[in-house]
């Protein structure tokens, strides 16, 4: 099967990433939200990618038009699905909504249809039993600016076919990212076996009032040469990924560290609003957070 129309199933920071990088490759994409207002911030993330395109990546007035003209959006899932080759899902990272996505999407998907989890915590596994094609599922894991950090981690569970792992690999090149094979089911990946432990340890000077934000990122990027540090990284992801990481991990593993980092996450931030660089406030104001000052590091 030659892979032609794409369903993100997303319409937050990162699937609205995917579904402008799949599109800008040349590709027709659907996005489907659950929420009208989830579709207009991904409508409004797309005109922000093409004039980054522009301006950063040389792309012309007639790549980004292109691209915005092979985007459609919907909150009708059996429309999003209609004729899909692929799905890749970016819905919350809460396993009872991923779970109840997928028993919904199985019965109006067509049968050809492979299905990708975004997921960046959880296991393909997890949700197999609910996709109705445990044999089409597997996860297709992107990093956050995934034009620039431009990795695809593909893993499979033990019940998915190796002819679709193969296939999703062509598809992660066809879009620019870099496959990197996960021959195992390892929760995290490869990118947040090392990434959620990094911010985790950031976290925990902020919260134990070890240092503040602004010079826990200062010494990050000093000491590595990092464009931003942990706290501009949990902005840009969104503070409400930093949320679900925490609060899941810390049910499952019954950890009170991790459950209280989750309520301090939600009380400080996500109950007044602030989840990051895409609702203007988190850790850091925007559009111009202090990190990206020239003079921010002296």
């Not at 109840?100 to 296991?123: D, G, M, Q, R, W």
């Not at 044999?135 to 620039?148: C, R, S, T, V, Y």
Request: no cysteine; aromatic share 12%.
């Amino acid at each position: 099967m030659k892979i032609k129309k794409v369903m993100i199933a997303g319409g937050g920071t990162l699937g609205s990433q995917v579904a402008w990088q799949t599109a800008f490759s040349g590709f027709e994409v659907v996005v489907y939200d659950a929420f009208e207002k989830g579709l207009e911030n991904s409508k409004a993330f797309h005109q922000q990618f093409a004039d980054l395109f522009m301006n950063t990546r040389n792309a012309s007035k007639e790549q980004v038009n292109a691209a915005l003209s092979r985007l459609n959006y919907t909150t009708d899932i059996a429309e999003a699905a209609k004729d899909a080759d692929i799905l890749s899902e970016s819905v919350p990272e809460d396993p009872k909504i991923k779970s109840e996505f997928y028993s919904e999407l199985a019965k109006v998907a067509p049968e050809k249809t492979i299905f990708t989890t975004n997921s960046s915590t959880t296991l393909p596994s997890d949700y197999a039993e609910f996709t109705g094609r445990p044999e089409k599922f597997l996860a297709l894991h992107f990093a956050n600016g995934i034009w620039d950090a431009n990795v695809g981690e593909v893993m499979g569970h033990p019940g998915t076919d190796m002819k679709i792992f193969d296939q999703v690999v062509e598809f992660a090149k066809a879009i620019g990212m870099v496959p990197i094979p996960i021959y195992k089911e390892q929760n995290g990946y490869v990118l947040n076996s090392l990434l959620v432990p990094f911010l985790g340890a950031a976290f925990d000077l902020w919260k134990n009032k070890i240092s503040d934000a602004e010079s826990i990122d200062k010494t990050w990027m000093i000491s590595t040469g990092a464009k931003m540090g942990p706290f501009g990284f949990m902005d840009i992801v969104g503070v409400n990924t930093m949320y679900n990481i925490e609060a899941y991990w810390g049910e499952k593993l019954n950890d009170p560290v991790k459950l209280e980092n989750a309520r301090i996450l939600k009380s400080e931030f996500i109950d007044k609003g602030h989840l990051g660089a895409s609702t203007g406030k988190g850790f850091y104001e925007y559009p111009n957070p202090s990190f990206e000052a020239p003079d921010f590091l002296k």
